[in-house]
């Protein structure tokens, strides 16, 4: 294994660590998913505004890319 293997495990290993204790201690706002949707409003009842949209955007492109970069090795 590569250095750049095990550092990609460590990552893994902290976000583990991190989301599993967010999700243990059921605090609210806490976990990466609702991090997520507070950074990208995306809670019912949020104005849509453009800059909100804009963000939705954002994120929408990067999953789809991310997606897709995921599934189809050597594209993109």
Known sequence: MTGWSWAWIAWLA?????????????????TLSEHVRRW?????????????????AGLLGFMAWLTVHFLVDGFM
């Open 14 to 30: 902290a976000f583990a660590a991190i989301e599993g204790k967010a999700l243990t201690n059921k605090e609210p706002g806490d």
């Open 40 to 56: 990208f409003a995306t809670t019912r009842g949020t104005e849509a505004t453009a800059w909100v949209r804009v963000r939705r």
